[in-house]
């Protein structure tokens, strides 16, 4: 009989578990937090007049089936400890909080997700102390708890966007693209647009990825949405209000806005990554994600979602269950034999 652990209740996590029990299989997520469902749980829907593809309706009712089902076990302020064995028969030390317990599982799926920083060590200031400027995170969050036709306590004049914030930069070991920032960015600015016709949004980017089909560039310009091609060099503040220096073919400038939003990436939790590595035989690439280091149907470790590199959440979703498709279809194999 199957048993499987999984290490990590987010995205990844729940699709995975939630597909092993529609095949029939039994799984022990394994959550560090309080509650299954990791960052995504925390994101707020797009939509502005219209449905804007942000993903957050793949997910459905996958966190209430998850919590409701009988053959997905949750450990809840647990992790990972030690793990022994071989592909089929792999003895697992886990840490909860009541104390330690051991228990033997055919197979193990790292879904340990991506770092939740506040802000990246570029930002060179405070966070908490300025109110008008907000993270990925801090986004979503604004984007969740809004209201039918309010996002801030008074309609903005002025907000802007920095993209590529932490990431495509060596200094923060993040010089690839996060590959959800033009998205989340973009819709966010048009639900902005939406409610607050007047306010002035400028997006500073370098590379503007196509979220939907056709000229997405256009899109967004004919909203009223400005497209500065260029990465601001310097942020400070005049009192609460960000200031961006930048530059761009006429020449060095400052600008105020309202609210700034720095978009934060994907970035690998290196010190967990390294931690999970040496527990369950997995490899920390050079860019600090996880990658195999034997095949899984070798190994019976298994690797989904950001913790191995970035993905919206559609990517994700697919991704995890792809990672549920091949755990089944390798027990049928072993099964056949």
Known sequence: MKNVLIIGGGLSGCTIARELSLAGISSVIVEKGESIGGKVRSYGCKADEKCN??????????????????????????SLVDLSGSAGNLHAVIRTKEGFFDDSFSDVIVATGFEDSACTGAAGYEKDSYNRVYTGAELEKLMKDRGSDTLFSEAPKSAAFIFCYGSRTLKERAAYCSQVCCAYSTRAAKVIKHYYPDTEVVLF??????????????????RGIVLERCRPVDLTFDGDYPVVSYEDADGKKKRQFDYLFLNTGIHPDVPNNTAIADI???????????????????????????????????????????????????SAEVSAV
């Open 53 to 78: 593809n942000c993903g957050l309706c793949a997910v459905h009712t996958l966190w209430q089936d998850v919590e409701n089902d009988p053959k997905i076990q949750k450990l809840f302020g647990s």
């Open 205 to 222: 980017y370098m590379d503007l990825q196509a979220v939907n089909p056709g000229n997405y560039a256009k899109e967004l310009t004919d």
């Open 280 to 330: 369950t035989g997995l490899k920390v690439k050079s860019d600090g994600f996880l990658t195999y280091v034997a095949p899984p149907s070798v190994s019976g470790i298994y690797l989904a979602g950001t913790a191995e590199k970035p993905m919206n959440i559609v990517g994700t979703m697919a991704n995890a269950r792809n990672t549920a498709m091949s755990l089944i279809n390798n």
